[in-house]
């Protein structure tokens, strides 16, 4: 846990920014992710629920729903049959899934399971299996708390005061929104690059594979679609911003086409037991 960086930080902020540091620091609990991390945690589930239902009704009212029902419905499906592998906590949550009409190649899920897909994403997504990839990363950032770790972050670090005006219902400016949005992930949309961390990359990697495995879908689809991305982002000589917010592209094929081996008996135990995902691009 980064206690010590921490404190350096709510040491040179600005008063304003030691307050919500110090208050970060007294609310703060030691938390440990799904593949064993300490994490340090200020804020609770059901503030970065809110924070992620009000983010997601703020985009359907600016960004525009595409009218594809097809795309629709076969997010849909993906996302219900990757539910099926989440832990009981995650179930509970009010799942919803849309579809932006943007050609970006872009996907995000937001606390609380406010799940976003662009219509551009079927442009590198050729299969179900490659769409449950790039989903299950998304999911497992929700369900390792990525989105509060960010939030907490930048509190104690006295940067996103809006964190602690939301919570307390105060009035809020735009900048601070944009910047809250792109630590809840949402820096393509607002402008705000906020990368998620190598740490938190690896980890979305490793749980999301599991997860499509999991839940029956073919894990080699992660390689697939990474290797597809790379391709297109060739092609067109200008990198999707799912890749510059996620680093180093070739590692991570190497990482992920390492796991399949291992994977694929996870895939067949649950396309056995049941799981058999039938969802149509
Ligand atoms: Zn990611």
């Not at 832990?87 to 970006?104: C, G, H, I, M, Y």
Request: positive net charge; aromatic residues 4%; proline residues 6%.
């Amino acid at each position: 846990m980064p206690l010590l960086p921490t404190f350096r930080a709510a040491a040179r902020c600005r008063p304003l920014g030691c307050a919500l540091a110090v208050v970060a620091l007294a609310l703060a609990g030691c938390a440990t992710s799904p593949t064993g991390r300490s994490q340090f945690i200020a804020v609770s589930d059901a503030q970065m629920e809110r924070l992620g239902a009000t983010s997601f009704e703020r985009m359907k009212q600016s960004d525009r729903l595409s009218r594809d029902g097809r795309k629709l419905a076969t997010a849909q499906c993906v996302v219900s049959a990757l539910k099926e592998a989440l832990p009981a906590s995650a179930q509970r949550l009010d799942w919803e899934v849309q579809v932006f009409a943007d050609d970006n190649p872009n996907a995000f899920a937001l606390p609380g399971g406010k799940i976003g897909v662009n219509t551009g994403m079927w442009t590198v997504a050729a299969t179900p299996d490659e769409l449950a990839a790039v989903l299950a990363h998304e999911l497992a950032h929700v369900i390792s708390r990525h989105a509060a770790e960010r939030v907490s972050q930048q509190m104690a670090a006295g940067v996103a005061l809006e964190a602690a005006q939301a919570y307390s219902g105060s009035r809020t400016t735009p900048e601070n929104t944009r910047l809250l949005m792109g630590a809840l992930g949402l820096g393509a949309q607002v402008g705000v690059m906020l990368p998620f961390s190598r740490v938190h990359e690896t980890e979305a990697d490793v749980l999301g594979q599991r997860l499509m495995a999991e839940a029956g879908f073919d894990p080699e689809g992660a390689v697939r679609l990474r290797a597809g991305m790379i391709a297109k982002a060739g092609r067109s000589g200008r990198p999707p911003q799912i890749l510059s917010t996620h680093p180093d592209p070739q590692n991570r094929i190497v990482a992920l086409q390492a796991r399949v081996a291992e994977l694929r008996p996870v895939a067949e135990q649950a396309r056995a037991s049941g799981r058999r995902p039938a969802c149509r691009m």
